[in-house]
C-alpha cells in the first residue's frame, strides 16, 4: 500500500522548489510529496491517484496562476477527495482571493508567502491538518471494520458511535461491497448476525453495542475516584469547556456523556462562525481538538456513560448512572444541552436508521451519493446539513413550512444554498408521511399554500426540526421553565417558585440552579443562545462560580 499523498501545486518553479522541500524535509516518513505545475496538472495526478486507490491527505495550491487559478483547482480536487485537507497559498496582499476561496471552495486553510521559518509558520498549520485528515479518514483495508446493511437502525447507531467518539473505522455495506462478503464468508457470519465489528488484529466482535465496543476498544468507562469537585454531565462545546478551565485551575474534574463528545456541535458539518477559525471548522475536529486539550490538562472523559438521575445530600450531590454505579461530586454541571424533536409523520419511527435520521448528515451523507434525499427543517443545522449531503447526493431539497428561510438561517448559508445546483427549496410544504419496503422509497409531501398532496421517490430523509432539553434526568429541586430548560442566576430569583425553593442566606450565582452547587451552561438553559461560542463561554464562565461555590461552602 502507498503511503498518502501530498499534493503541491504552483506554477513558480522557485516556489514549488521550496515547499517540496520543506514538506519533504519533515513529512518523508509518512507521506508521499507530489508537485504539480498548473491546475491542469494537478486534476489529472489527482484523477490518476483515485484510479490507483490511493489517498490523497492533503493539496496546496498557489492562488495565482495563469489558466486556472489555486481556488478552482482545491474546488476541482474536493469532488475527487472530499476529505483531503485543501490549503491556497496567497500573497499577502491576495486577502480578498483567501475569503472567497473560503467561500466558494470551502478550503481549510490559507498560508501566506513567505511562511519562514517553517517550523513556526508552516509545519504547525500542516500538523494540525494532516492530523485531522488521519482522524477522518482510514486507509483502506486497515484498521477497523463495521460490516452491517445500509438500513439497519442497529448499523446506524454503531456508525453513530464510532463516528461521535472519532474512532476511525471503514464502512462495509454488506448488500453492496464484495469486500464484505469476503470478511463475512472467511469469518463465518450469517447476514442476520449483523452488523459486527473487525479488528486490526483480525478479531471480531458481534452483538454490537456502544458500551460493549468501547469496552474492547480500551476506552475506559468507570471514574477513578470517588469524590470529585466537579461533575460535568454533557461534553458538548459548554461540557468540553468546562472541563478545560476545571482541570487547569486544579479542579478534580470528571466529565461524562451518554453519547459520545461533541454534543450539537460534533454533528456539524461545517461551524464557520466560531472566533478565530475563518475557514471554519468541523464539529468533529473542534470536538478532537477540545477534547485533547482537556484531557491534556487533566480532566477525566467517559463516554458512553448516562446519568439517569441525581439525589442531593446536604452539599454532596449523588449521580445514579446507567450502569447501575454512583458518583459523587460537590459541584454539578447539568451541561445536557438539546436534542431534535420526533417527526410525528406517519411512518417516520417505523424508518428511524433505515433512510430516516436525525441530524446525522457527516454519519451517513456518503451513503447517498448520486441520490435523492429531503432535508425537514429551515435553521442553521438543516442549512448545513443540505451543505454537506450536496457533496455526494444528486439532489437535496429542503422542505420548509414557511416560505423562504430569511428569518430561520443566517444569510451566508443562504448565500451557499443558492450558489449549489443540486440543492432545491421546497416553501410551504409539510412532510406528511414516508414509506418503503424496509427502507425509505417515498415521502408523501403536503402544500401548505394550497392543501394538496404528492408522493414522491426519496432515498432518505434528514431532520433538523425544533429542538427540546435533555433535562429530565434533573432532580425535581431544579426549577425549569414551562418548556424544561434549567432556570439559573437571575432568571431563577424572579420566578414564582423562587422563596419557596431556594433556602440559602446569599442571591444564587450567575449560572447557579435553584439547587446549590448544581449549575447549568449551554442550550440547557433557559435563555441560551444557542451557538456554540456562548456554549463554551458559560462553561468557561462556570468554573469561576464553582470556585466562589466551595470557597463559601
Ligand atoms: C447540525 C448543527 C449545526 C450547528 N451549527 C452551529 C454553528 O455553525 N454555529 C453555532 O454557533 N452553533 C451551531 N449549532 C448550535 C450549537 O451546536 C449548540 O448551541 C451547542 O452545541 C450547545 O452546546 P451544549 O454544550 O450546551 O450542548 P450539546 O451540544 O447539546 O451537548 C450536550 C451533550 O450532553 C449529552 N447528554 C445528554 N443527556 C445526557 C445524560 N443524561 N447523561 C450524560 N450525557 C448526556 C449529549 O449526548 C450531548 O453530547 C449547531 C447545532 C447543530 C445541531
Not at 454533528?267 to 464539529?283: D, H, M, V
Not at 446549590?516 to 449551554?522: C, I, R, S, T, V
Amino acid at each position: 500500500m502507498n503511503k498518502p499523498f501530498i499534493l503541491v501545486v504552483d506554477d513558480d518553479p522557485q516556489v514549488l522548489a521550496a515547499v517540496r522541500r520543506d514538506l519533504r524535509s519533515r513529512y518523508r516518513e509518512q507521506y508521499t510529496t507530489l508537485s504539480a505545475s498548473s491546475g491542469q496538472q494537478a486534476l489529472e495526478t489527482v484523477r490518476e491517484l483515485k484510479s490507483r486507490g490511493d489517498s490523497l491527505a492533503m493539496v496546496i495550491s498557489d492562488q495565482r496562476m495563469p489558466g486556472m487559478p489555486g481556488h478552482e483547482v482545491l474546488a476541482g480536487i474536493r469532488d475527487l477527495y472530499p476529505l483531503a485537507r485543501r490549503v491556497l497559498l496567497t500573497a499577502y496582499s491576495d486577502i480578498d482571493a483567501a475569503i472567497k476561496a473560503i467561500n466558494d471552495a470551502h478550503i481549510d486553510h490559507y498560508l501566506s508567502k513567505p511562511w519562514d521559518p517553517p517550523e513556526e509558520r508552516l509545519f504547525p498549520v500542516i500538523d494540525e491538518l494532516l492530523d485531522a485528515w488521519l482522524a477522518e479518514s482510514l486507509p483502506e483495508a486497515t484498521g477497523l471494520r463495521l460490516v452491517g446493511h445500509q438500513w439497519s437502525a442497529r448499523s446506524h447507531a454503531i456508525k453513530e458511535f464510532l463516528a461521535g467518539n472519532l474512532i476511525p473505522y471503514r464502512w462495509l455495506d454488506a448488500d453492496a461491497d464484495p469486500d464484505a462478503r469476503a470478511l463475512l464468508d472467511a469469518a463465518s457470519v450469517r447476514l442476520d448476525e449483523l452488523p459486527v465489528l473487525f479488528f486490526e488484529d483480525g478479531t471480531m466482535l458481534r452483538d454490537l453495542e456502544p458500551r460493549r465496543v468501547a469496552e474492547r476498544l480500551g476506552r475506559p468507562l468507570s471514574a477513578s475516584f470517588d469524590l470529585y469537585d466537579l461533575v460535568i454531565v454533557g461534553a458538548g462545546p459548554a461540557g468540553l469547556a468546562a472541563a478545560v478551565y476545571g482541570a487547569s485551575e486544579g479542579l478534580r474534574t470528571l466529565m461524562l456523556d451518554r453519547h459520545a463528545p461533541g454534543g450539537q456541535a460534533g454533528t456539524s458539518s461545517r461551524i464557520e462562525n466560531y472566533l478565530g477559525f475563518p475557514a471554519g471548522i468541523s464539529g468533529s475536529e473542534l470536538t478532537r481538538r477540545g477534547l485533547a486539550q482537556a484531557q491534556r490538562l487533566g480532566a477525566e472523559s467517559l463516554a458512553p456513560l448516562e446519568v439517569t438521575r441525581v439525589a442531593i445530600d446536604g452539599g454532596y450531590k449523588h449521580l445514579a448512572l446507567a450502569d447501575g454505579r454512583e458518583l459523587v461530586t460537590r459541584t454539578l454541571l447539568a451541561a445536557t444541552g438539546m436534542t431534535y424533536r420526533e417527526h410525528p409523520a406517519p411512518g417516520i419511527a417505523e424508518h428511524a436508521g433505515a433512510g430516516v435520521y436525525y441530524g446525522a448528515a457527516t454519519t451517513e451523507g456518503s451513503a447517498f451519493r448520486g441520490r435523492r434525499v429531503l432535508v425537514i427543517g429551515g435553521g442553521n443545522s438543516a442549512g448545513q446539513g443540505a451543505m454537506y449531503l450536496a457533496r455526494y447526493a444528486a439532489d437535496v431539497q429542503i422542505v420548509v413550512r414557511r416560505e423562504d428561510l430569511r428569518r430561520t438561517m443566517s444569510q451566508y448559508l443562504i448565500d451557499q444554498i443558492g450558489k449549489t445546483p443540486n440543492i432545491r427549496l421546497r416553501p410551504c410544504t409539510e412532510l406528511a408521511s414516508v414509506d418503503g419496503n424496509g427502507r425509505v422509497e417515498h415521502v408523501g409531501l403536503k402544500s401548505l399554500a394550497d392543501g394538496t398532496h404528492q408522493v414522491e421517490d426519496a432515498d432518505a430523509v434528514f431532520i433538523f426540526i425544533g429542538t427540546q432539553p435533555r433535562s429530565d434526568w434533573l432532580p425535581g429541586e431544579v426549577l425549569r421553565d414551562g418548556k424544561g430548560f434549567v432556570l439559573t442566576g437571575t432568571d431563577l430569583v424572579a420566578a414564582e417558585s423562587f422563596t419557596r425553593v431556594w433556602k440559602e442566606r446569599r442571591q444564587p450565582l450567575m449560572l447557579e440552579s435553584s439547587v446549590p452547587g448544581l449549575f447549568a451552561a449551554g442550550d440547557i438553559r433557559a435563555g441560551a443562545m444557542n451557538r456554540v461560542a456562548s456554549a463554551a463561554g458559560e462553561g468557561s464562565i462556570v468554573v469561576r462560580l464553582v470556585h466562589q461555590y466551595l470557597a463559601m461552602s
